[in-house]
């Protein structure tokens, strides 16, 4: 039976990240009251290494593992896994979503005119990705700056917070549009943990959640679950829909490294510049990752000879765009394993980033093992 706070929102929103943010800036400006309810925390952001371990690198909860071990990061966190994200704005395949009868052009146009979305001033396009780019169109590719959402007239230059967090409001990212949603009235719960979603004749009408331990269900009109590409399905699942969760792709990346001496850099803006190879499947991109997550990649193929040159190390990544296929377990374990095809993708783009990290005089190559078996140590983003 709905509780006595049926009446107090109109909606219910699980998730802040991009997805739902977006959702409860916009049902709020309607006037609508949405309840957010939001399963890690609302702290300010620091922009600090030990608040990103925390939303982001906690085993079982921001940091989850595949059959094949690969890592997969997402932000559990008010604003989600935008918090720790690189602010790339590539548009969405049109084409693909018409094909399911959805057109987003409307959307898209309204996003990229609301959104400081355009490539990154030369000023902040930091020494190793400028040389990356450099060596990439000097072989001939069309590799050139990418589309950012970033306000940068306050984005520093020798900056490497981008992972950790933005505390400048520089990166765009979805706390900006929660702190909108609750200015127009919206109420987030923060550390709150949905468990299901409540049905009443096969009708959402509901949701429970836990917050310090007490378990609370709420009601509302309208339910919108947007937890994630793994926290959605987890929910789902135990909301009575045992299908969710199969057949989901996860954009798995690798990096490719290598030691120039003449560059002592390091502090940068990741994914500045890169090449969208459309046919071959994959992207490739600039990623100078800070130092300390650097040395953990480092140390993990140990490579020990390496883990104190991140200042003058160009880092290429190749980010594939994997096929349906997979299932996450109940615990959201996540078993997926990539395709032959898949693999050679990644060798594909491995053989481009050591041609272009040769040509820009860089040495001591490293790169994740293949083993022609289970690509090891990529860093994969949530969906
Ligand atoms: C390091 C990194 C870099 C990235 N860089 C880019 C980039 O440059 N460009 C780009 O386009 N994309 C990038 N991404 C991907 C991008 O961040 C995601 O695609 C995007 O955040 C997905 O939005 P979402 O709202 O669907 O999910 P999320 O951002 O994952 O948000 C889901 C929210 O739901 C919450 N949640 C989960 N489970 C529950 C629950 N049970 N109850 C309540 N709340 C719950 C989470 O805490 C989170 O706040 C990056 C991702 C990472 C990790």
């Known amino acids: 039976m709905p509780s006595p706070q049926a009446d107090s929102c109109d909606a219910i929103v699980v998730g802040s990240g991009p997805g739902g943010a977006t959702v409860a800036r916009e049902l709020s400006r309607r006037g609508k009251r949405v309840l957010i309810l939001e399963r890690g925390h609302n702290k300010p952001i620091k922009g600090t290494?030990?608040?990103?371990?925390g939303y982001l690198l906690i085993p079982g909860k921001g940091l989850l593992f595949t059959n094949q071990l690969l890592a997969l990061g997402r932000g559990i966190i008010t604003g989600g896994s935008s918090i720790a994200a690189y602010a790339t704005a590539l548009d969405p395949p049109l084409e693909k979503f018409r094909s399911y009868g959805i057109d987003l052009a409307g959307e898209l146009a309204e996003a990229r005119k609301e959104l400081p979305v355009a490539p990154l001033e030369d000023r902040l396009i930091g020494p190793l990705a400028r040389r990356t780019m450099e060596s990439a169109r000097s072989l001939g590719y069309d590799w050139k700056k990418l589309d950012k959402i970033v306000y940068q007239d306050k984005c520093l230059p020798d900056c490497d917070k981008c992972t950790m967090g933005c505390p400048y409001g520089a990166k765009w990212d979805a706390r900006?549009?929660?702190?909108?949603?609750?200015?127009?009235?919206?109420?987030?719960?923060?550390?709150?943990?949905?468990?299901?979603?409540?049905?009443?004749?096969?009708?959402?009408?509901?949701?429970?959640?836990?917050?310090?331990?007490?378990?609370?269900?709420?009601?509302?009109?309208?339910?919108?679950?947007?937890?994630?590409?793994?926290?959605?399905?987890l929910i789902l699942r135990k909301s009575g829909l045992p299908g969710a969760g199969h057949d989901f792709f996860f954009d798995p990346l690798i990096a490719v490294m290598g030691t120039v001496k003449d560059i002592k850099g390091g502090k940068e803006f990741p994914m500045a510049t890169g090449l969208r190879l459309e046919e071959e499947g994959y992207l490739m991109t600039d990623l100078p990752w800070p130092g300390w997550i650097y040395r953990m990649f480092t140390a993990e193929v140990l490579r020990a000879d390496r883990l104190f040159s991140h200042s003058h190390t160009l880092q290429i990544m190749i980010k594939l765009r994997d096929g349906l296929g997979g299932r996450l377990t109940d615990r959201g374990f996540v078993k997926k394993d990539l395709p032959k095809a898949e693999k050679k993708k990644f060798r594909d783009g491995y053989e481009r980033a050591k041609k272009i990290l040769k040509n820009a005089g860089a040495k001591h190559l490293v790169r994740e093992k293949t083993g022609g078996q289970v690509v090891k140590n990529p860093f994969v983003y949530d969906i």
Request: contains cysteine.
């Open 49 to 53: 290494t030990a608040q990103c371990v």
């Open 176 to 233: 900006m549009y929660v702190e909108e949603a609750v200015r127009s009235g919206a109420v987030l719960r923060a550390s709150a943990k949905v468990n299901k979603v409540l049905l009443e004749n096969r009708t959402a009408v509901g949701v429970e959640y836990t917050q310090k331990g007490k378990t609370h269900r709420v009601y509302a009109a309208t339910i919108v679950v947007s937890a994630g590409g793994i926290g959605s399905p």
